[in-house]
């Protein structure tokens, strides 16, 4: 990839749309206020390698795993053990299985797109399934461990297996799973503001991942689509 392919490699909306994540996420954080800098870190990172998941770009996933490090720091220090395990448990480590598996799948010759699979039907009872099996195992780990709100925090794990497992597998539909796992987030973290208002910021971050993982669901279609119409 050129120097000139490098400037023109994300599309104006999405350099709009990572530009406004950016600033959003710097301006909650000055203006609520923020206590330390991971959670300002994990957010910028986070965002970062949304964009380049809704590319299918591998680089994506090296991101999201320090992502899921920084963030289950930041979940410690709240008591939300949940996401600190999940992150660090679940999310670290199937974005390296991700990432080895984009790799290992390129489209033809871009390196930069993952080709994208079509998930099969018995494909999806076998996820529900592992899915029901790891939410029963994190709950009653949860509920050791004290977790603060352990309701949303059970149906995040829920959410983020799904959204993991769908990624794995490389098919679109993994972006909708984490704008479910957003959402869920969203309300974890507004729960958690009650208390100390500075995590409004990291609910700002969720929010700013929830219309990514939108456009990612939007663009990913659009390249199977694309990637459809090239094997014919």
Known sequence: MNIKEKLNYFTKI???LWLSSFCLILFSSMWFGIDNYITLSASLIGTTSLIYIAKGNPFGHLLMVVFSILYAIVSFENRYYGEMITYLGMSAPMSVLSLVTWIKNPYGSKKSEVKIHSIKEKEIPIIFLLSIVVTFIFYYVLKFF???NILPSTISVTTSFFALALSFRRTPYFALAY???DIVLIVLWSMASFQNISY???IVCFVVFLFNDTYSFINWK???????TDNK
Not at 222 to 228: D, F, I, L, V
């Open 14 to 16: 999405e350099k709009i």
């Open 146 to 148: 004290g977790t603060a």
């Open 179 to 181: 704008a479910a796992n």
């Open 200 to 202: 409004i910021s990291v």
């Open 222 to 228: 659009r390249m199977q689509k694309s990637q459809n």
